[in-house]
Structures are given as C-alpha cells and as structure tokens.
C-alpha cells in the first residue's frame, strides 16, 4: 500500500483495536503519536506493529502539525484518522483502488462520517453526511491552528469525495463522552471569544470545502452574533425539529439535546462567567 496513517492517542485501549482491526486489510504504515496514556494504549499499539511516537499535548492542530513534521513518513499519501473511528469495507476496497490510480491532479479525498451514539446511527440533525478531508497527498497538506473545527489545508490539488464512510464510535461511556465535551467547551469559548467577526475566512477555498466554510459563515455571521443562552435554544430546536433529529430515536433526543443544547448552553455559561471576570476586575 502507498498509503501512511496518523492516530492521536492517549488513554484509548477502549478504542483502538476496533480502529486498528479496519485498517489492517489496507497494509498500510501505521503512525501512533501518543500523549502520556496511562492504560494499554501504546502497548496496543505495538503489539499490531504500528510505529509509537510520543509527545506532549497542547491541542489537535499543533499535535496534528508536530507530525506531520517529524514522523519519518515515505508514503505519497497521508490519512489522519481518531482512535474512536473506523474505516467501512467499503472505503477500504474504495482505498485499494483509488490511491495507486489517482490523476496527478487529485491533492486530496473527503469522506463522510457516520456518527453512531449509544449504539445508534445519528442520520439527522444534519449530522450526516458531514463531509472530512482526511486523505491528502505528502507533503502538501497542514492543519490549520484553531482550537475547534480544525482542517487539513492543501496548498495545491483539486479534492474528490469518496463514496464510502467513516464510522465515528466511541466505546467509553456517557461519562467520558460529556467529560470530553466539557474541555471541548474550554476550547469552543477560547475559538467564540477571539473570533474576529469582520475577518473573511480565506484559508479555506469555496472548490475545497464549500460545507465547511458555510457552517462557519453560519457560526460567524449568526450564532456568534446572537445573544447569549437563547442561540443554543434555537440551534437545538433547528436540529431536533426542523433538522428532523427526532427520527433518531431515544437514542437521537440524548445526543442532540446534549450535544446541541447542552455542550452549546455550557459553551455560553463559560462565555458569561469569563466577562463578569474580566468585569469584576476593572472594579
């Protein structure tokens, strides 16, 4: 295979062999880049014969950056992959093909992710398709430094979707799963709070990322513009009833209450408590 993939790892023995075990078909150079995991993950990691590189956390993107620059990787092609996502049959029969035959034109590939909460494919709320750039040629791709929201921006090459999707499932609980939400807060106020509203979003090109950049036209230009806690009731109601999230079952009214009311609602909390601190201090 010419094909060399990124995990970003600490703490994931829960996930990792599932992710792992998709993509052993595809031969492909595996790179884990672990940060401090206290569990089996790195002995996981071994044991399938992937290459274990450590290094300190400070967010996605610069991890993401930091390997990008310092792994030893020969392949033409790059994928980053999570450790709670895994690859269908499909798109590992779609990889086999594709990559040994791509136009010379061809810089990078989207795929779609499927996200399954609680056991259960989340179809609506527009969650899906959520289109990714996850598989870029070497040595032409970086990811942009946002704390929230990151992508991968090419500097040449047109980008394909392919047809096939990759799962998002992560096997650790509800616990960890609003835990984790609760630091994505920290970043999601420190990416809401810096954002220049008036500032055009020029790294990412319309041809490129045409979804990507109207969600962060509609964060920019409405969300962010909006007034405190009553944008998080609104944007729920968008996913659950207009957006059709209710069609996801119990399972659905968890994931978009939490994570589109809640996690938003929190986001807000986080906002509020920030100024009265910076008020309070010019007392």
Sequence with gaps: ??????????????????????????????????????????????????????????????????????????????????????????????????????SGQIGGYQVKRRVFFMGRWIRHGGYYPTWLLRIWRNGIGICEERWMDEHIILSSGRIVNLKHDIIDENQKGLTFWTDKHNHYADREVKDLVGLTLDQPDELLSEEQFSQARKRRWVKKNLYARSPLFIRAFFYYLMRYVIGLGFLDGIEGLIFHFLQGFWYRFLVDAKIYELKRRKSDSLI
């Design 1 to 102: 295979m010419i094909l060399s993939i990124i995990i970003l790892t600490r703490n994931e023995a829960a996930n990792l062999p599932t992710c792992l075990a998709s993509l052993q078909p595809l031969n492909a150079e595996i790179f884990i880049v672990d940060s401090g995991s206290s569990d089996q993950t790195v002995d996981i990691a071994k044991q399938a014969g992937c290459q274990v590189f450590t290094h300190p956390w400070e967010n996605y993107a610069k991890q993401l950056n930091w390997a990008l620059g310092n792994l030893p990787i020969s392949n033409p092609w790059i994928m980053r992959l999570d450790a709670d996502e895994r690859l269908t049959p499909e798109l590992v029969e779609e990889l086999q093909k594709e990559l040994p035959n791509a």
